[in-house]
């Protein structure tokens, strides 16, 4: 790990050289110094040093048997022991497999025996001294529960991994997660309530909306009305949906210049209704009936033109569905019995 942190040092090195482009030289020279990790990998995850575990001792004020005001406490995270990774070093595979120990530093408050107020968690992976320590989180507590805000820290401790808020131990409120990767942006943010999280707006890496949703009712019936928008800010595609992910209600497809592409309704995740398609000048292309989705009735049929088309004989399940491509050329002919498709051809 001290390689990470000396590869930090030379950005901070960068960074006060110059100001212009410094987003730009970061990045070049983490990947300069992952590059040559790469040629030549290297892992500082023995076991930890004697004298520093020995130094790792629990401090602060007990009064009548009871903790009271400041207190510094350790802990040793194993979750990484063991965990195999697979890593090419000149030409070659190879699979390492950790033996890193993670020192947890956790600072604050007591009341009375219960945790009060901000907790900051730091973290070293290091096995020698000197340790060095970089924030992981910091959570808000109220007589021992958490309360308010969480925040889980990435990129050495400047920036958040995620945020969460908490209501007498419950998430409750505005969550928010942050993509791992530079710059760092918003990824998504979700409602809670009581410890129940519901998606409400979801990013793309470069920071452009990717999803929004929208709590409705629908029929009498809780739904989320989503939008979804491209990496240029155009939207792609709108509908409803129950279960968080389950189709239900009418479903919009968009083209890229913004015309309307297709409307299908659903029924519990299962085409049924009136569906219909567009050419992107905007002109209805087909209308049809779908029952439980099959095509079931055959409504009309129009080249881009508006000029009417053969759409085929199908109602009520039975008859020929007639289709074509974008410029009126036959692509095929369906033909359906009692709903179920047969000889096409």
Not at 108 to 133: H, I
Not at 267 to 290: A, C, H, P
Request: hydrophobic fraction near 30%; aromatic fraction near 14%; proline fraction near 2%.
């Amino acid at each position: 790990m001290k390689n990470i942190y000396i590869i930090i040092l030379n950005l901070l090195s960068v960074v006060c050289i110059s100001q212009v482009d410094s987003a730009k030289l970061i990045r070049e020279k983490v990947d300069e110094g992952i590059a040559n990790w790469f040629k030549k990998p290297t892992y500082n995850d023995g076991p930890i040093d004697t004298a520093v575990m020995n130094s790792l001792k629990d401090s602060g004020k007990i009064v009548n048997g009871i903790k009271q005001g400041f207190w510094k406490e350790y802990h040793i995270d194993s979750s990484l022991y063991g965990y195999k990774q697979k890593v090419v070093s000149d030409g070659k595979i190879f699979e390492h497999i950790s033996k890193a120990l993670i020192i947890d530093k956790e600072v604050g408050n007591y009341v009375d025996n219960k945790r009060e107020g901000m907790w900051t968690t730091y973290q070293s992976y290091d096995t020698k001294a000197p340790l060095f320590w970089q924030k992981e989180w910091e959570i808000y507590y109220l007589h021992g529960i958490k309360d308010s805000t969480e925040i889980l820290y990435q990129n050495v401790g400047t920036k958040p991994l995620l945020i969460a808020n908490y209501r007498n131990g419950k998430l409750w409120g505005v969550y928010k997660e942050y993509y791992y990767n530079y710059p760092y942006n918003l990824k998504r943010v979700y409602e809670c309530v009581d410890g129940r999280g519901t998606l409400k707006k979801q990013y793309y890496e470069n920071g452009t909306m990717e999803y929004i949703y929208t709590d409705t009712l629908l029929n009498g019936i809780t739904h989320l009305f989503y939008r979804n928008f491209d990496r240029s800010g155009f939207i792609k595609e709108s509908g409803y949906l129950i279960h968080d992910t389950v189709y239900d209600g009418k479903i919009t497809i968009f083209f890229p210049n913004g015309k309307i592409q297709s409307i299908i309704n659903y029924k519990s995740g299962v085409m049924e209704g009136e569906e219909k398609y567009f050419f992107d000048n905007g002109q209805l292309w087909s209308t049809r009936i779908i029952k439980n989705g099959v095509a079931w009735t055959i409504i009309n049929n129009y080249n881009k033109k508006g000029e009417k088309m053969d759409g085929g004989t199908l109602k009520d399940g039975n008859g020929t569905l007639i289709l074509y491509d974008e410029k009126g050329k036959l692509v095929e002919i369906e033909n359906y019995k009692n709903g179920i498709e047969i000889n096409s051809k």
